[in-house]
């Protein structure tokens, strides 16, 4: 699986647009049941008129409502964009922290968030696991009956090298979300069905 997306994905990355850690942590705090595309298409104006923490700190839920109510639930969103920013002015000095227990102490900020964060901006080796990822481990054989995103994380990370994790999640959920998608998977363009537990399944039962 490594040396595929190594070939055909090498420079896996988010879809999301930031220039640094405090965009990235917005984005994917605005990417939550919604599509990267939707996102993109509101941070360019939050982030001109909010350009860091300090400046987000200043702003009512309504203030940023006005920018992201297109997003999927942009009232609780906007109240958590501003009790993020005031809390990383108040407790971080504005400063995004590394540590992932430190990054979900933010309002709005789970586990998958902090992950993604510490992973793209830190490169720690932490595995974000969101729908796609969760999917397409369990499909490719990854992990077996997995009861819980935290359950694939950690089968994850035990087993792939660390200095993959961080982009792992990116090869899981870019194959998820345009190949091993989750009504009709495009087995035919996927280059692992060799290895993928869900093809050789699917392909004995057709047989």
Known sequence: MIAHFEATRPDAGPELHYADAYQLLVAVILSAQCTDRRVNMVTAALFAAYPDARALATAT???ILHYIHSVSYPNSKSRHLAAMARKLVADFDGEVPSD???LQQLPGVGRKTANVVASVIFHQPALAVDT???RVSERLGLTHNSPSPLHTER????????DKIPVAHHWLILHGRYVCQARKPRCAECGLTDICSYYCKHH???D
Do not use: E, M
């Open 132 to 134: 796609h990822v969760f």
């Open 100 to 102: 992932t227990d430190a």
């Open 61 to 63: 839920p309504d203030d």
């Open 204 to 206: 004995s039962t057709s």
């Open 155 to 162: 089968a994850l990370t035990r087993h792939l090298p660390p």
